[in-house]
């Protein structure tokens, strides 16, 4: 959105700036006296008309005004009283380096409560955080590792594997402003370890009695 505004801003001033170097530069005579019909006239000179500047004013004007009512706007944190990863850490039994990646670099969007930055205060980052995370969750929530069965705990550290193994999780977004979220080979091999005798436990519980 800021972006969007600046460049709105920077073209109104190319806009103002080319207008005034060929006022000054007698170009405007130049051009409006015929001979260079059929050519490019700036629009900003035909008749004094400042049209395409006033709406693209109105445009930068109007995303102030949504960007300032949008701020009214916050979308419901992600912050449970009773926090509780309790049986997933009790089931899996992540090793303590496992434990620290876990949650510096999952539980934000992966659980039931997430450690917001300053700037989530600010919309419409804050939309976009809160829709990182109703997708992480959507897709595995450490919080609610109970209402898996075997089945779906296994098939859930499968794709940590898969997603760890590949670079996609963290979120690159994520690591952008998180460098401690960031993995290191070794780390990712830890987590991928733990993962993999984890999976063990799971499918050795699926087998029929
Ligand atoms: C910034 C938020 C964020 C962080 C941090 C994050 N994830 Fe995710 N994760 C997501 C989102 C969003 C999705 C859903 C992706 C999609 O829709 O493709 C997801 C999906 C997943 C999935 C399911 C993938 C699938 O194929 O369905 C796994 C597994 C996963 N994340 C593991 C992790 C692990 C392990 C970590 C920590 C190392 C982690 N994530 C960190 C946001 C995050």
């Known amino acids: ?6 460049f709105f801003a920077e073209l ?16 405007n005579e130049f051009y409006l ?8 006239i700036h629009p900003c000179l035909i ?24 701020q009214f706007i916050r979308p419901e944190k992600n912050v449970s009283e009773t926090p509780d990863n ?6 899996t039994n992540p090793p303590e380096e496992v434990m620290t990646i ?18 989530n205060n600010i919309a419409p980052v804050s939309f976009w955080i809160a829709d990182h995370i109703e997708h992480g969750k959507g ?5 609610n590792w109970d209402s898996y069965d075997s089945k779906k ?3 859930k550290l499968e794709e940590v594997i898969e997603t760890v193994e590949s670079g996609e999780m963290p979120l690159r977004e994520y690591t952008w402003t998180h460098s401690e979220a960031r993995l290191t080979d070794a780390q990712r091999e830890a987590v991928i370890e733990w993962a993999e005798t984890t999976r063990l436990l799971y499918q050795l519980d699926q087998k029929p009695q």
């Open 1 to 6: 959105m800021i972006y969007i505004i600046q």
């Open 12 to 27: 109104i001033d190319i806009h103002r700036i080319s207008a005034n170097w060929l006022l000054v530069s007698g170009y």
């Open 33 to 40: 006296s015929g001979k260079m019909k059929n050519k490019y």
């Open 47 to 70: 008749n004094g008309n400042n049209k395409p500047m006033k709406i693209l004013k109105k445009i930068a004007l109007f995303m102030l005004v949504v960007l300032f009512a949008i």
């Open 86 to 91: 309790a049986v997933f850490e009790e089931e």
């Open 102 to 119: 876990l949650t510096s670099s999952c539980y934000d969007c992966h659980s039931d409560n997430t450690k917001y930055p300053w700037y």
């Open 139 to 143: 897709h595995l929530d450490f919080s």
């Open 153 to 155: 705990k296994d098939h």
